[in-house]
């Protein structure tokens, strides 16, 4: 039996005005993807548990089979996973991302989606110019960073931060930054990073050189997100079957690090629409001969949103139909009946807004004894219009492999 899973993320979404009422997936041609929903199961599962912030990181973990209450220390965690960096349990992490801040407004989550070699040499002259006691930062993909507090090592015990509240900086576009500044406890270490950071960036020459081509300078490091080192059972020991996960993001990468899954290098994979989609497909089908469950998640719908691109998102969302939903599906079929394909988001994130939501997403699952009463096409109101709600998302995952199975 195989299986695989794909996750066009936070692709699910409202009807937009821009759109004639329609929401991405209405308007968006996507005839591989419909076929799994007419021929299979459509249904809800909610990803963000009750009292939980609606990220990729609880939501990725739901959608995977790991219950976030249980399981989930912080999202930073999971992504310095996939970077191999060493974490001691005692030690916290935090994501850092490079933000463009105008006029006291989070103006760009991600500093105009900047380069990873810009991100990587920004990075590496503040660390050099800016004194950070038992603090280290590591460069990741883009605009991501992670940095890691190592006070807990010695005997006086270190900071604390279990008590701090960070935001998102993609929770609050437009917004005025100080309403959402760190607050509680050490907080006033990170005020000390967000501060040094902006006046280090402002003359930096790849700021500038980036403002004299119209784009987003990275004018600060914003740090959240923060956790420690979570311990996770294996995806084997729980299920008796070996995963790989291809993805383009570390925080993706992370999760599958610690379920003990492989990650799958693709050449020309990025988090956003410019991502050789074909690629990723034709790895997922290489792959179905050296594992179980194959996962495929594609960054290009959320980014879009998040940039207020409904244009983008549906053209994402078609891109994943034709060169992974659809190549996929054929590849599994030639080789017969034991399989199911699971397609689902991990969260809304909301074009109107620029967020995420946690409004239970849709899902569709295709393949051997899976078969609905709604034969509809792949929509957020006909999955809702269907028979299968899951109340708890990490529990679709088990349904999705043994349901229905002798």
Not at 365 to 384: D, H, T, W, Y
């Given at each position: 039996?195989?299986?695989?899973?794909?996750?066009?993320?936070?692709?699910?979404?409202?009807?937009?005005?821009?759109?004639?009422?329609?929401?991405?997936?209405?308007?968006?041609?996507?005839?591989?993807?419909?076929?799994?929903?007419?021929?299979?199961?459509?249904?809800?599962?909610?990803?963000?548990?009750?009292?939980?912030?609606?990220?990729?990181?609880?939501?990725?973990?739901?959608?995977?089979?790991?219950?976030?209450?249980?399981?989930?220390?912080?999202?930073?965690?999971?992504?310095?996973?996939?970077?191999?960096?060493?974490?001691?349990?005692?030690d916290w992490v935090f994501r850092v991302n490079f933000v463009t801040v105008i006029d006291g407004l989070m103006q760009d989550h991600s500093a105009g989606h900047i380069s990873s070699e810009e991100g990587r040499k920004l990075l590496a002259d503040f660390v050099a110019a800016v004194e950070l006691p038992d603090l280290a930062m590591y460069p990741g993909v883009s605009y991501r960073n992670i940095m890691v507090d190592s006070s807990g090592r010695g005997d006086s015990g270190g900071r604390d931060w279990a008590s701090v509240a960070t935001t998102p900086p993609h929770?609050?576009?437009?917004?005025?930054?100080?309403?959402?500044?760190?607050?509680?406890?050490?907080?006033?270490?990170?005020?000390?990073?967000?501060?040094?950071?902006?006046?280090?960036?402002?003359?930096?020459?790849?700021?500038?050189t980036r403002r004299e081509m119209g784009l987003s300078p990275a004018t600060h490091l914003w740090p959240w997100g923060q956790g420690?080192?979570?311990?996770?059972?294996?995806?084997?020991?729980?299920?008796?079957?070996?995963?790989?996960?291809?993805?383009?993001?570390?925080?993706?990468?992370?999760?599958?690090?610690?379920?003990?899954?492989?990650?799958?290098?693709?050449?020309?994979?990025?988090?956003?629409?410019?991502?050789d989609y074909a690629a990723a497909g034709r790895h997922a089908v290489d792959a179905l001969h050296d594992y179980d469950v194959v996962c495929v998640h594609l960054e290009s719908p959320d980014e879009a949103s998040h940039s207020a691109d409904a244009a983008t998102k549906v053209a994402a969302i078609e891109a994943i139909d034709q060169h992974v939903v659809g190549p996929i599906h054929q590849a599994l079929e030639r080789r017969g009946p034991d399989y199911r394909i699971l397609y689902m988001p991990d969260h809304y994130t909301c074009v109107s807004t620029r967020k995420h939501d946690p409004t239970p997403v849709p899902f569709a699952?295709?393949?051997?004894?899976?078969?609905?009463?709604?034969?509809?096409?792949?929509?957020?109101?006909?999955?809702?219009a269907a028979d299968l709600h899951i109340k708890h998302g990490h529990e679709l995952m088990e349904y999705f492999l043994f349901s229905g199975r002798s």
């Open positions: 039996m195989k299986y695989v899973v794909i996750i066009p993320d936070g692709a699910a979404d409202f009807p937009l005005e821009e759109l004639d009422g329609k929401t991405p997936f209405e308007e968006a041609r996507k005839p591989n993807t419909d076929r799994l929903s007419i021929e299979g199961r459509q249904g809800t599962a909610a990803t963000t548990p009750e009292g939980f912030p609606c990220g990729s990181d609880v939501c990725s973990m739901s959608l995977l089979g790991y219950d976030p209450r249980k399981y989930h220390k912080g999202r930073a965690p999971l992504e310095a996973a996939s970077l191999g960096i060493e974490m001691d349990p005692r929770d609050i576009p437009g917004q005025p930054i100080r309403k959402h500044l760190p607050r509680g406890g050490p907080a006033p270490l990170l005020h000390r990073i967000i501060e040094t950071s902006e006046r280090f960036l402002a003359g930096h020459e790849i700021n500038q420690q080192k979570p311990v996770v059972p294996s995806f084997a020991s729980r299920f008796a079957l070996r995963g790989a996960m291809i993805t383009a993001v570390d925080l993706l990468a992370g999760i599958a690090s610690f379920i003990g899954w492989d990650r799958l290098d693709v050449p020309g994979q990025t988090g956003y629409h410019d991502t699952i295709c393949g051997q004894r899976m078969q609905g009463v709604l034969k509809r096409p792949f929509s957020e109101a006909n999955a809702a």
